[in-house]
C-alpha cells in the first residue's frame, strides 16, 4: 500500500465545494475519488488539508490518498493530469510517508480574499473576486481593527455554526490587508479555520473600510462569541487557499 501526497488547484466556479456529497458528483473531492478509483481500478478515498467553500478556489491545496499499486507517482501524475477537468490542476505528485495524512499533519494555512472596488467591472476576473463597483476601504481603519485578531482566540463569533462539537480556538498569525490597483487583497495566516471564517473576518474588516462600523467593535465581537456581533459572511468567489503549511 503507497501513500501518495498531491499538491492541486483548483478553480471552484461550478463545484458544490471541496466534500463530496451524495446528491450531486460536483465536488472536488468526488471528482478527484471518481478518477482515481476508475485508473487504479479499486476504491480510493482521497482526504484533504481541509474543505473549500462552494465557489471558492485554491492556489495551493494538498490532499493525500493511499493505494495498492506498482506505479510510481511520476508514472501516475500524467496519467491523472489528462483526465482530470480543466478547472482542476495536479501541480505535484509525490510518494508520502506511510502515515501521511493532508489534514491531519497540516500545521497551518494562509487564505487569500480578494475584493475589487475599481469604478470599471473586472470582467475577466469576476469569478476570482468580490466586487465593489466604486467603493473605497480605509485600510488604516481595517488594520486598526484587525489587530485584536492576531494570536490564539476563541473565534466562534466569526464561525457560522450554530452547534459546536469540537473547539472554536485558533491561532491567526498575520493578516495583511494591501491595495493593489483597485483590489484590495487580505491575506491571512494561522493554525486552521473554522467554517466560514475567513469570509466572516473579512466581512467584518470591509465593513469597518466601509465606516459601517468602528474599529473597535471587531475585538469585541471577538469577545462577545457571538456570531451576530460580527459581520458579512462575505461571497465565496473571492477566496482562495493560498498555502498550506506542514
Not at 503507497?2 to 488547484?9: G, I, N, P, Q, S
Not at 508520502?96 to 469604478?119: I, M, Q, S
Not at 473605497?136 to 457560522?160: I, K, N, Q, Y
Not at 480556538?169 to 493578516?175: A, M, N, P, Q
Amino acid at each position: 500500500m503507497k501513500c501518495f501526497r498531491m499538491t492541486l488547484a483548483y478553480e471552484g466556479t461550478r463545484y458544490r465545494g471541496w466534500q463530496k456529497q451524495g446528491n450531486t458528483p460536483d465536488t472536488i473531492q468526488g471528482k478527484l475519488e471518481a478518477l482515481l478509483s476508475r485508473l487504479l481500478e479499486q476504491p480510493v478515498e482521497v482526504h484533504g488539508s481541509g474543505r473549500t467553500d462552494a465557489g471558492a478556489h485554491a492556489r495551493r491545496q494538498v490532499a493525500s490518498f493511499r493505494a495498492e499499486t506498482e506505479r510510481t507517482a511520476a508514472e501516475l501524475l500524467p496519467l491523472i493530469r489528462r483526465y482530470l477537468p480543466e478547472d482542476i490542476g495536479l501541480l505535484e505528485l509525490a510518494e508520502a510517508a506511510p502515515r501521511f495524512h493532508a489534514r491531519l499533519n497540516c500545521v497551518g494555512k494562509t487564505y487569500v480574499y480578494r475584493v475589487w472596488t475599481g469604478e470599471a467591472p473586472n470582467v475577466f476576473e469576476r469569478r476570482l473576486l468580490w466586487q465593489l463597483p466604486g467603493r473605497e476601504l480605509d485600510l488604516d481603519r481595517m488594520r486598526e481593527a484587525a489587530a485584536p485578531l492576531l494570536g490564539e482566540h476563541d473565534f466562534r463569533a466569526f464561525c457560522s455554526l450554530k452547534r459546536f462539537k469540537k473547539s472554536t480556538v485558533r491561532r491567526l498569525d498575520s493578516i495583511t490587508i494591501e491595495r493593489l490597483g483597485d483590489e484590495t487583497r487580505f491575506t491571512l495566516s494561522g493554525s486552521g479555520f473554522l467554517y466560514n471564517m475567513v469570509r466572516i473576518l473579512v466581512g467584518t474588516l470591509v465593513e469597518v473600510g466601509l465606516g459601517e462600523r468602528s474599529p473597535g467593535s471587531v475585538g469585541e465581537a471577538l469577545a462577545s462569541l457571538d456570531r451576530q456581533q460580527a459581520g458579512q459572511t462575505t461571497p465565496a468567489q473571492g477566496l482562495s487557499v493560498w498555502d498550506v503549511r506542514y
